[in-house]
Nanobody
Framework: VQLQACGGGLVQTGGSLRLSCAPY????????VAWFRQAPGKEREGISS???????YYVDSVKGRFTISKDNNKNMVYLQMNSLKPDDTAVYYC???????????????????WGQGTLVTVSS
């Protein structure tokens, strides 16, 4: 485990959570950091990413509700999740890949560093 993700929990529909991602022993400055999630019975999907080389990216299902941010001083990445829905229920992972890696943005194989996941449960 090279990243630690935390901040998950149980929240009602419409509620908010903020996830945090902290690296162990490396600086996130030279990495693309992404949040993935995996719902029960579904494949892991990338939902948002940030890096120093471009603007934040969001998939359509979370755009306008989730905000990814990076604190360079603290070497942390956050995912603010608002207006949560039951469909957002999943284990959320943060992951990092070196900038310049030649692969599709959310190809999990391109990410060399992963966190252990944090569970987000949204009740209806």
């Amino acid at each position: 485990v090279q990243l630690q993700a935390c901040g998950g929990g149980l929240v009602q529909t419409g509620g908010s959570l903020r996830l945090s991602c902290a690296p162990y022993g490396f600086n996130l400055e030279n990495y693309i950091v992404a949040w993935f999630r995996q719902a029960p019975g579904k494949e892991r999907e990338g939902i948002s990413s940030t890096s120093r080389s471009g603007p934040p990216y969001y998939v359509d299902s979370v755009k306008g509700r989730f905000t990814i941010s990076k604190d360079n001083n603290k070497n942390m990445v956050y995912l603010q999740m608002n207006s949560l829905k039951p469909d957002d229920t999943a284990v959320y992972y943060c992951a990092a890949r070196e900038i310049g890696t030649d692969a599709r943005l959310f190809d999990p194989r391109a990410f060399s560093k992963w966190g252990q996941g944090t569970l987000v449960t949204v009740s209806s």
